[in-house]
C-alpha cells in the first residue's frame, strides 16, 4: 500500500453476485480504456479462491501462505501436501505445531529452518492471543495489514494477498508486486518499469475495485498468484514471449 495517505475501504469482501461483478468490470472498462482493452482480450476470469483454504479458516490460509513464500507452485504444494499427510489430512493447529521439535518438522516435510521458525511464529501469535484471527474479516484493510505484519515471517506482500485472495477486499493494490509492475510497463507500452508512485497514479482511476484490475493484469502475464489455472488468451502469451 502507499506511503502516505491510505485509502481505507469497509471490511467487507468481493461479493460473489454475478450483478456485483458485472458493475466492477463496467467501472474498470468506463475509467480506463487501456484496461478495457486487455479484459476484452483475456475474457472472464477464474475463481481467485478456487482450491484454496475455507474462507473462515484464517489460520490455515495464512499457514498455507507461509509454506508457499518464496517457492514455485509445484514445490509448494508438494510440501503442504506433506504437512497435510503429518497432521491427519488437516492443517497442524498451533498447539501441534508448537508441541513439535523443529528439527524434527523441518526434516519430515521439507520446510527451511527460517519457515519452521514463521509457522511457529504464527503458532504463538493465535495461541497467546496476539492475533485474534476472528476479528480479521471485520477490520479495515490497513488494520489486517498491520494486524498480520507483526506475525514473523508474513511481510506486506503476503498480508496484500490474504486481503486479496482469503478475505476478498475490493481495494488492494499491492505496489511493489513485480508482477503488476511488468504486466503494467507491457499493457501500458512503458519505456521501463514503473516505480510504486506510477503504479499508484495508473491505478487510481480503479478505484475502488483496484484488486480486481490486478488479477486482469496478473493473468494477462499467465501467473497470478492464486490456485487457479495458468490460462490467457493467446494474444496475450504471444506479445509476452515477444517482450
Known amino acids: 500500500m502507499s506511503s502516505g495517505k491510505r485509502h481505507l475501504r469497509a471490511a467487507r469482501p468481493t461479493s460473489a453476485h454475478p450483478r456485483a461483478c458485472s458493475d466492477a468490470i463496467a467501472h474498470l472498462r468506463a475509467s480506463d480504456p487501456v484496461l478495457a482493452r486487455l479484459i476484452d ?34 514445490a509448494a504444494s508438494a510440501i503442504y501436501s506433506r504437512i497435510l499427510q503429518r497432521y491427519g489430512g488437516r492443517p497442524p493447529t498451533p498447539a501441534q505445531v508448537l508441541a513439535e521439535d523443529p528439527d524434527q518438522m523441518r526434516a519430515a516435510v521439507g520446510l527451511s529452518a527460517a519457515k519452521v521458525g514463521f509457522l511457529r511464529s504464527l503458532a504463538e501469535h493465535v495461541q497467546d492471543g496476539r492475533l485474534e484471527l476472528s476479528r ?26 490474504f486481503l486479496m485472495f482469503h478475505l476478498g477486499r475490493e481495494d488492494v493494490l499491492p505496489l ?30 480503479w478505484r475502488p475495485h483496484r484488486t480486481l484490475a490486478c488479477r486482469h493484469l496478473w493473468r494477462s502475464l499467465a501467473n497470478e498468484p492464486a490456485a487457479t489455472p495458468k490460462t490467457t488468451a493467446a494474444s496475450l502469451r504471444a506479445r509476452a514471449s515477444r517482450t
Do not use: N
Request: charged share 20%.
Open 176 to 205: 511493489g508486486d513485480l508482477g503488476i509492475r511488468r504486466a503494467i510497463q507491457r499493457t501500458y507500452g512503458l519505456p521501463a518499469l514503473p516505480d510504486p508512485q506510477e503504479v499508484e497514479a495508473i491505478a487510481q482511476p
Open 136 to 161: 480479521l474479516h471485520s477490520l479495515q484493510d490497513d488494520e489486517v495489514l498491520a494486524t498480520l505484519s507483526a506475525v514473523k515471517g508474513i511481510g506486506e506482500w503476503t498480508a496484500q494477498m
Open 41 to 74: 482480450e483475456l475474457g472472464e476470469l477464474p475463481d481467485g479462491r478456487q482450491g484454496r483454504p475455507h474462507p473462515h479458516d484464517h489460520y490455515g490460509a495464512l499457514l498455507r501462505s507461509i509454506v508457499g513464500q518464496q517457492l514455485s507452485v509445484k
